[in-house]
């Protein structure tokens, strides 16, 4: 935000709204399961990695990556997918 032109306070403000408002939804120290999956499009594997440290029942992740991990055989060794087709 702050290349965009927004004041560092404003960029604060707007951070911590949502962290207050939900803050189950901040996921920290997830980066040390990234390298240990694999996904079609590696820069996907942050928000895998997430939701495998938050213990998440469900994520969305893109109708693509949903499809190819069903049928890969081992994508993660932390989580079993199921597609809702």
């Known amino acids: 935000m702050l290349r965009k032109g927004v004041s560092e306070e404003e960029t604060i403000k707007r951070m911590n709204g949502p ?3 939900f803050p189950d939804a901040l996921v920290m120290n997830y980066e040390g399961l990234i390298p240990n999956l694999i996904l079609p499009d590696s820069d996907d594997c ?5 939701a495998i440290k938050a213990d998440a029942n469900l994520t ?3 109708e693509a990556i949903n499809l190819s991990l069903r049928y890969s055989p081992v994508y993660s060794p932390f989580l079993s997918v199921t597609h809702p087709l």
Request: aromatic share 0%.
């Open 19 to 21: 962290n207050k408002a």
């Open 60 to 62: 969305s992740l893109p």
């Open 46 to 50: 942050h928000v895998l990695a997430a």
